[in-house]
């Protein structure tokens, strides 16, 4: 201020001097106009700055203006500096702005943002792909507008939002559950939280079928060996006739069996992540006692042909592997009529893959329960399956164990033809 002072000061003092001076040596009209035009040079040198401030400040280029020199460098200098500090506040929020819209784009879970009229101000991919959204054509719109299940308006409306929403057959194919909830924030505004929970869903239904199946499977066999005792215990029995009920309690304790050691195995098996150790499987030793195993299941009435065509061996659990093989074998038994003949073979392909296939000249599958038959329970002759000691755990069994050990259950099938079940093993799993 001073300085300004000064300068101010200064200038009148020459201004007054050259006034004096012209006045006294070229008359005393001249003075007045010298003074003035002298005053005058501050005053256009701010209005030169004045308009170039408007120049750069028009062109947005305040920062990149050359500093005048002077009082004015000062305002300059500042107002730059001002400019620069705005800039990258502007800058850093922007920056954080869209960090935060990246993670709510990360989420796996749909986000909308809702303002106090339940109109949509923001939402993210998975909620668009949820709801079949476009937050371009749809900002600003009523969600109820847009979501007209019966059940979300009434959510809405009813503003009770500590518990979540259940939305199911959602999505383009209606294939999605959804689980929904409303959070309030800010002013009277609300952050909608979608979850995909079709998978939960779907393994909460798995579970309930299977209990519903397990405990079917075990009623039944009960239900008999009671009946068999009752009989037992409230007639007068002839010791042949007695022995013949006693066997058959005792097929069903063994169909109890079964199905008890098959739920046991399974859960081991779900239980264990790792994948299956390597250690080399005596394929010779294991093919003769699938052999032993096959003829005294089938007494006779089939022929069999058990081939290691290679020398080869397979690296993996070895009881986890008899296992399985031993699963294919006895199902082409239990499923191939009289005088049918079974193929085992253990070989390996071209690519290197071992193979151990069953082949039988049974009733075969048709092609539309191929798909399903490693479901457990699922069954494509039912009748038959129990009566040959099948508990419907066999083939989700197989297909375990093969996941363990990287391979495929690859199952080719011609009806009246016969069947040929494949476990195809990666060759990282065959060695000399
Ligand atoms: P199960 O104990 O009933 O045999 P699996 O899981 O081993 O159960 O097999 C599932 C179903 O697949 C069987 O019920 C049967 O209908 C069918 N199946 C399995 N193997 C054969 C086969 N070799 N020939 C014909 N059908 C088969």
Redo the contacts with the bound molecule.
Sequence with gaps: MLAVLTRFIFIALMALTAAYLTSKNWGETLGIPVGIAIMAIPLLYSYINLARLRKYALADTLESMPLPSGFWEEIFFRLQRLVGNLKLQVRVTQQQHDRFIEAFQASPNGIVMLDDQDQIEWCNAHAEQFFGLNFRRDAMQRINFLIRRPEFIQYLISRKFEEPLLLERMGSDNSLSLLLQAFPFGDKRHLLLIQDVTDLQKADAMRRDFVANVSHEMRTPITVLMGFLETVQSLELEKSQRDQYFDMMMSQAQRMKSLVE?LLTLANLESNTLPAPMQAVQIPTMMALLKNDAEALSQGRHTFHFETATSLTLLGDERELLSAFS??V???I???PEIGSITAKWSVNEQGQGEFS?A?T????SSE?LPR??E???????S???E???????????KHIANRHQAQLLIE?VTGK??T?TLRFPKERISA
Excluded at 362 to 365: D, F, L, R, V
Excluded at 388 to 398: H, P
């Design positions: 098959d699963n294919l006895s199902n082409a239990r499923y191939t069953v039988d049974g009733p075969g599958i329960h038959l490693t457990r329970f699922y069954r494509v002759d039912r038959r399956s129990r040959t000691g099948g508990t419907g755990l066999g083939l989700a069994i197989v099938s016969g069947s079940f």
